[in-house]
């Protein structure tokens, strides 16, 4: 029993799109981060030293004013536009690359998901017992691990640049201004890159865990797997009752299409094969029911009770059966076969009706290919 209840299979497809319409997803915030944090630092080196450039410019107008600017009140909204107009691409692009890159980011792993199913609230996260177990849970210690090990990446890294940039950043001082500003900034630049690109081995860890927990959750029972498999494929006992249904109406359907034959092909015992006509030269004899034993019995008391004609031709009637189904044309090698027989029966209508002689009886040999026989 406690076997049973083991969850050692792996998630069905319904399963994993169940949980995806829940909002059930490998997510990894790690990869999110770094994502992000790359993509400014990247950013920052493109657009950083033109940001910059714009800026002293900006300063250097704000704090040069004439005479006239000071007393004049319009002034600060042309300085406000001027200062506007030499920032706003280069910020822009900056906004842009993080935007698309905490989008990108955030669907990276597990892809772009929407519902609102995960967006209502859940009160068994208010749960304190549920707090408790996620804080000190294995997930709980596996954030404790990561935080920590976050904590060492970002200090080595944070110790390496300072210890590549360290003589430049002593002899600032000695550079001539504005020089040694935009040294500056080009010098955080890069250490900023190197402290983005340093939580790179975090995230290459956490998305294969996170793909790995996502998938330790999904997992199911065997149990479990048995119900889902019987309930999308219904029920043995249902889907025996839907045939029976099934079979019934088209049987019935059958029925009622017997009596507009033209005539009916018999085993004799065994098998019925009712075939009709269109008298329009295109169109080949269409079987327009069959059946084989209690069905076939039917057929032919249908066929009786309506003036249907009962032609016995075993070979012909298994041809038929099992080469056609219902409402479709006999295949081009019985042509010839159903031909002699449609020519029969219309010479013995017309025998019937006074308008004709007896026809001769219809030949026990009739040519049907080897690959249709039965």
Same mark, same amino acid.
Request: charged content about 10%; cysteine-free.
């Given at each position: 029993m406690e076997q049973s209840s083991e969850k050692t299979e792996e998630p069905t497809a319904k399963k994993i799109e169940d949980a995806r319409k829940k909002g059930q997803l490998a997510r990894s915030r790690e990869l999110s981060t770094v994502l992000v944090l790359a993509a400014s630092a990247i950013a920052l080196l493109i657009f950083g030293g033109i940001v910059a450039e714009s800026l002293f410019s900006v300063m250097g107008s704000l704090f040069e004013l004439s005479r006239d600017e000071t007393y004049d009140p319009l002034h600060m909204f042309q300085a406000l536009q001027y200062s506007i107009d030499r920032v706003k691409v280069p910020v822009i692009m900056f906004l842009v690359i993080g935007m698309v890159a905490g989008v990108y980011g955030s669907i990276a792993l597990g892809g772009f998901n929407f519902t609102w199913e995960s967006a209502e609230p859940k009160w068994s996260k208010l749960s304190p017992m549920a707090g408790f177990k996620r804080m000190f849970g294995t997930n709980g210690l596996v954030e404790l691990v990561k935080s920590i090990a976050k904590i060492l990446v970002i200090a080595t890294a944070t110790m390496t640049?300072?210890? @590549?940039?360290?003589n430049e950043a002593i002899h600032l001082d000695l550079e001539n201004y504005p020089a040694n500003l935009f040294h500056a900034m080009d010098m955080i630049q890069w250490a900023f890159l190197i402290l983005c690109l340093s939580l790179i081995p975090v995230a290459v860890i956490d998305v294969p865990y996170q793909m790995h927990k996502h998938n330790e959750e999904l997992k199911m029972t065997k149990q479990e797997v048995k119900d889902e498999h019987k309930n999308s494929d219904g029920d043995p006992q249902t889907k025996g009752r839907i045939r029976k249904l099934q079979y019934q109406a088209a049987a019935n359907r059958m029925m009622q299409a %017997? /009596?507009?034959?033209? %005539? #009916? #092909?018999?085993? /004799? $015992? *065994?098998?019925? #094969?009712? @075939?009709?006509?269109q008298d329009d030269g295109d169109m080949a004899p269409v079987v327009v029911a069959k059946g084989a034993d209690e069905l076939a019995m039917h057929i032919r008391k249908i066929a009786t009770a309506h003036d249907v004609p009962l032609i016995p031709s075993p070979m012909l009637a298994r041809a038929i059966f099992y080469s056609t189904e219902v409402d479709h /044309?006999?295949? *081009?090698?019985?042509?010839?076969? %159903?031909a002699q027989v449609l020519a029969y029966v219309y010479q013995l209508k017309r025998f019937k009706s006074g308008k004709g002689k007896r026809p001769? /009886? @219809?030949?026990? $040999? @009739?040519p049907i290919p080897p690959e249709l026989r039965r």
């Open positions: 640049a300072l210890y @590549l940039y360290r %017997v /009596p507009d034959a033209d %005539v #009916v #092909v018999t085993n /004799p $015992t *065994h098998y019925s #094969v009712a @075939l009709k006509y /044309p006999i295949p *081009h090698g019985l042509f010839m076969a %159903v001769n /009886p @219809l030949s026990k $040999t @009739l």
